[in-house]
């Protein structure tokens, strides 16, 4: 997979946008995977 390309006027708020979207989706697949069930994330 290439590494994203950013626009430097607006890499900083691509990036928080990115970690406020991916970051609590991977939590709560994590815990999905080792807890089971369903998580409210």
Do not use: H
Request: charged content about 35%; aromatic content about 2%.
């Amino acid at each position: 997979m290439p590494p994203r390309r950013y626009n430097p006027d607006t890499r900083r708020d691509e990036l928080l946008e990115r970690i406020n979207l991916d970051i609590p989706g991977a939590v709560a697949q994590a815990l999905r995977e080792d807890l089971g069930g369903t998580v409210d994330a």
